[in-house]
């Protein structure tokens, strides 16, 4: 476990993901301080910490909709620093955004239609049967309007919806954000099955029991820095940094 300045970078060897110092403002404001982060093949990392500290802006800098002021962003040691977000969808990148942004108008089977991008060489394709498989809400509402769906099901749908463009690495923003305890248990088992499949997973999240029970490693953050990395199971055990920065 580690607690560190917002510079610490470790490692050299090439990861699937790796972010170095980036930097992103708003504006004039500064968002995000020399922010690092890592990820390998088949890990589910997680971003911790209260709202409004960095870890949406840390997703939207990786998936190119925010692109960092400076730092680097490499992918597969490629660099995709400023690269625009839809270049970054087609080399294997899956955005499940915080507010969902499914289309209302649209059924569940044309929201899927929508976003589906070819097979990746050695990896099991995301087809309609292997997605409604693993979310089977969405197979007896396949023809329903997604406008109609209830929130759990809509983050499905989000979720669902990402996995069809057959995605590498998935960047999810808050799974758990306005939805209902018994759904968040579901999301989370759902999350865990794609884990287990192979798919590399950055979460961002605030809820730590959440965090806690499916990721492998957790950064957290406050006021835009690292201030802290390890294991879940560090992290669940070090009351310190969970009082600091994860409790109101």
């Known amino acids: 476990m580690t607690m560190c300045s917002a510079s610490t970078w470790e490692g050299n060897e090439m990861s699937l993901l790796q972010v170095e110092a980036i930097n992103v403002c708003y504006g004039l404001s500064k968002v995000l301080h020399d922010v690092s982060l890592k990820i390998e093949t088949g890990e589910l990392v997680a971003l911790v910490g209260r709202n409004g500290v960095g870890k949406s802006t840390t997703m939207r800098a990786i998936m190119g909709i925010t692109p960092p002021a400076s730092g680097k962003i490499l992918w597969k040691g490629q660099p995709i620093t400023r690269r625009p977000s839809h270049l970054n969808a087609r080399a294997g990148l899956g955005y499940v955004p915080e507010e969902r942004r499914i289309f209302g108008s649209l059924t569940v089977w044309e929201n899927l239609d929508v976003a589906r991008l070819p097979p990746r060489e050695g990896l099991e394709p995301w087809t309609e ?14 023809n329903r309007p997604g406008g109609l769906l209830s929130g759990g099901q809509q983050q499905m749908l989000t979720i669902a919806r990402t996995l069809m463009g057959n995605p590498e690495l998935i960047l999810l923003d ?31 999240e605030q809820n730590l029991d959440f965090v806690l029970n499916l990721s492998d490693r957790c950064y957290v953050l406050e006021k835009g820095v690292v201030v802290y990395h ?19």
């Open 174 to 204: 808050e799974p758990s954000e306005g939805v209902a305890p018994l759904i968040v248990a579901q999301i989370g088992e759902k999350i865990r099955e794609l884990r287990d499949a192979g798919v590399s997973i950055i979460m961002a």
């Open 230 to 248: 390890g294991t879940a199971a560090e992290l669940r055990d070090n009351k310190d940094v969970q009082n600091r920065y994860l409790h109101i």
């Open 129 to 142: 049967d292997r997605v409604f498989a693993l979310f089977p809400d969405l197979e007896r509402f396949r």
